[in-house]
């Protein structure tokens, strides 16, 4: 059965219920086949859609669920999603994991692939607690003595 999903987000509002469409969300063909001509130009079947990219306020959203929640990835999962549907949850299961090994504060390794987007918007929060390898960046004195010397 095939599976569609939205490209633009909108509501229904059928009986009294509202029933909200966001982008990403996926619906079966059944579904599909029960909206209008106009709605069912808001999506495209499912195969055709890209991985999505993330966007900066996702990166922000992910960043604040991973600092109010720490490695707890189901609350991170349910914090991101009030935010947005548009990632599966293994992609933000992914991300949260990833978060956690920029971390200084632990000792998650494993991790090498990450995206700057998520790492800036966790240095936004909290600045220097975050680095690319996870570690805190040691620096020698006497290389520092050097550096300013030299410059």
Not at 73 to 97: M, N, V
Not at 109 to 134: H, I, M, V, Y
Request: a positive charge; glycine letters at 4%; aromatic letters at 10%.
């Amino acid at each position: 059965m095939a599976k569609f999903q939205v490209i633009r987000p909108f509501s229904v509002v059928a009986s009294g219920k509202r029933t909200e469409y966001k982008v990403g969300q996926r619906i079966s063909e059944t579904a599909y086949d029960r909206l209008t001509k106009q709605q069912q130009e808001r999506f495209l079947p499912a195969n055709r859609c890209r991985a999505q990219s993330w966007t900066d306020a996702e990166y922000a959203a992910l960043a604040e669920a991973y600092m109010l929640h720490g490695q707890d990835r189901k609350a991170c999962l349910r914090h991101f999603r009030d935010f947005s549907d548009r990632h599966s949850d293994h992609a933000i299961t992914f991300a949260a994991y990833s978060a956690a090994s920029l971390d200084t504060l632990n000792d998650l390794e494993g991790f090498k692939d990450f995206a700057n987007g998520l790492l800036s918007a966790l240095n936004d929060l909290a600045p220097g607690r975050f680095t690319a390898t996870g570690r805190v960046q040691t620096v020698d004195p006497l290389d520092a003595l050097l550096a300013s010397v030299r410059s």
